[in-house]
């Protein structure tokens, strides 16, 4: 329920209520190449604290993101949902983003620790997470 | 198409939106700029030892950038000498033959053919070089940027680059041992002609509107402190940042002026970042007075150094323009760390490297998208036929604005266009040669 909830919020841009579900100290992963990577030693496509995910919303809001002026549509599909014992959880996704005139995909899983309720972890796993994103400045 | 056209659709002051959307020029550019120039293929960082490959595109050529087994840079079609499948389908690896999936037919990573699958059906001699692997006739490596080129009467790499490689030097050797390592990348891409992007490369003029929303969020927390570009609010073209223009379409904008020349001042400049109180406590705790210096090596070094046609080091990035068709483009921000073998920092390099990693995050998705959205609505709103000039005249006629240097380079501030209109005359020029390109077999 959590993670239909989750995905609602942002379909819904209520960006803040979304950061809520978060836990205090947090991590948005969405790495660079499948398995993952060490993100010490490697960049990803995003790798927010708590703080950056606050600087992320920031900036959207400014009205000033031109890459999301205007915003776009989304609805997100959340299945394969999986939680197991020791607070992790998985999903698989699609989002269908209509921005400019087409409506466009994002596709992959998501791997999630949850501690009291909330998400410690969420990191993000395109399919092409390897390959050239056009505007991805979603909140995935 | 008529060469002398190219004099018609690059103007002193404007270009003609035909250069941006003409297919026919598109196709003419990945011959007479992706073939004739010397090309940006990869970092010798991606392919460190013998056997080790990447593949890539020179233009829209599929290629495998290699390190043979005797330690030679080779960039070698991707393409069977047979029947023209691609051979390689893996993105990087290590391999000292390639096979292709279809027949069979194997070459060494030289490019020479090693053998074909029941050869006694052919009544040709396979010894005769027509059936290696084609590969590109000139590769060279400048510190460890390698470049390729089809033309036979190209100069050499390290005179093609010319006076660019003074910032390229101090950009490297800001570093241990003056080197860098590629560590992934953030990867863009956008519906535009990939000029659009070198156009924006030392652009100054653009950088509080199209990310006025990176300022801002980097000033959330600290609203009177200067952070990231806050040096262009204001009067940008009264800083003493600048940008500098060299022969053969390369420039240069230099914003470290704008910087105290004092340990740690860059470091001050950057936002907020994860992790970046726990990893600066533990480098000050290392490294105490000599902290500063190692934290601005994890900050992004204020230069946008620019190789036409396709490579720019921005900030601590190493950007790739890739061009894929006349109204698309990849641009793949590779991330770069620190290499210290001598241990100059003094065990604090992990440290530095992962700050590094977050600051170099940070204006591929905070800025770069923003301007990304601005090249694919250039590309939409040039579909209007009779609109027809792209204007480039900041800066022109204006007396003593654009400063000649012994040197012969040209200084101006730093939001003049004079870089756009140099590179522009060079593009002209080069579309209007008929270049010696070639291929060779010879491994």
């Known amino acids: 329920m959590l993670l239909e909830r989750e995905a609602r919020l942002l379909d819904e841009a209520r960006f803040e209520e979304w950061l809520g579900l978060f836990a205090p100290q947090c991590a948005y992963w969405i790495p660079a190449r499948p398995g993952a990577g060490d993100p010490r030693r490697e960049v990803a496509v995003a790798f927010d604290d708590r703080r950056r995910l606050e600087d992320r919303i920031y900036r959207l809001r400014t009205g000033s993101a031109w890459s999301q002026a205007p915003a776009s549509r989304t609805v997100r599909l959340v299945t394969n949902i999986e939680v197991f014992e020791n607070s992790m959880a998985r999903s698989n996704f699609l989002i269908s983003e209509f921005r400019s005139g087409e409506t466009r995909r994002w596709a992959g899983w998501c791997g ?8 410690e972890v969420k990191q993000v796993n395109l399919l092409d997470c390897d390959q050239n994103l056009r505007n991805p400045s979603l909140l995935l | 198409m008529n060469t002398s056209t190219f004099s018609e659709l690059v103007l002193e002051d404007r270009v003609h939106r035909a250069i941006y959307t003409d297919p026919a020029i598109f196709e003419m550019e990945m011959t007479r700029i992706f073939g004739a120039v010397w090309v940006y293929l990869a970092h010798e960082s991606q392919i460190p030892g013998n056997d080790d490959y990447i593949t890539a595109r020179l233009g829209l050529r ?17 393409r069977c000498a047979h029947r023209g499948a691609r051979i390689c389908r893996e993105a990087r690896g290590s391999a000292r033959t390639f096979q292709c999936p279809y027949h069979g037919w194997t070459y060494f990573n030289t490019g ?58 101090e950009w490297l050797d800001r570093h241990p041992g003056g080197k860098v390592s590629v560590r992934e990348a953030n990867r863009l891409k956008f519906k535009g002609n990939w000029k659009l992007a070198y156009d924006n490369a030392a652009d100054g003029y653009h950088v509080v509107f199209s990310h006025r929303s990176l300022l801002e969020m980097e000033h959330r927390a600290a609203k009177d402190a200067a952070k990231g570009m806050s040096f262009y609010m204001g009067k940008p073209d009264e800083a003493p ?66 190789v036409f046609p396709n490579l720019s080091l921005l900030g601590n990035h190493i950007q790739v323009i890739q061009p894929l068709a006349v109204d698309e483009t990849d641009t793949t921000w590779y991330a770069t760390a ?37 090249f694919e609505e250039i590309q939409r709103g040039l579909a209007a036929c009779e609109d027809e000039w792209v204007y480039m005249h900041r800066g022109l006629g204006i007396p003593g604005r654009v400063r000649q240097q012994a040197d012969g380079t040209l200084k101006a501030p730093a939001t003049d266009e004079v870089f756009m209109r140099e590179h522009m005359k060079e593009w002209k020029r080069l579309m209007s040669s008929q270049p010696r390109l070639a291929i060779t077999r010879e491994p």
Request: aromatic letters at 10%.
């Open chain 2, 241 to 306: 940042m600048y940008v500098q223009v060299f022969a053969r379409g390369h420039h240069f904008k230099d914003k470290r002026p704008n910087v105290e020349k004092r340990a740690g001042a860059l470091w001050e400049l950057e936002a907020a970042h994860p992790g970046m109180e726990h990893y600066e406590s533990s480098i000050r705790s290392k490294l105490g007075e000599k902290a500063g210096r190692a934290l601005d090596l994890a900050a992004s070094e204020p230069v946008n150094i620019n």
């Open chain 2, 338 to 374: 620190l290499v210290d073998e001598a241990g100059e920092l003094g065990g604090a390099a992990d440290a530095v490297n992962a700050l590094r990693m977050r600051t170099q995050e940070a204006f591929p998705n905070f800025g770069e998208v923003d301007d990304a959205v601005n």
């Open chain 2, 62 to 78: 599929p290629v495998i950038a290699v390190r043979d087994s005797q330690g030679k840079i080779r960039c070698l079609y991707n």
């Open chain 1, 112 to 119: 999630y620790r949850l501690k009291d309720c909330k998400i």
């Open chain 2, 112 to 169: 020479k053919l090693r053998g074909v699958p029941w050869p006694e059906g052919y009544a040709c001699d396979f010894k005769d070089p027509q059936f290696n692997l084609a590969q590109v006739p000139r590769v060279e490596s400048y510190r460890g940027f390698i470049f390729g080129t089809l033309n036979l009467d190209a100069p050499s790499l390290s005179e093609y680059l010319g006076l660019v490689r003074k910032p390229i030097d």
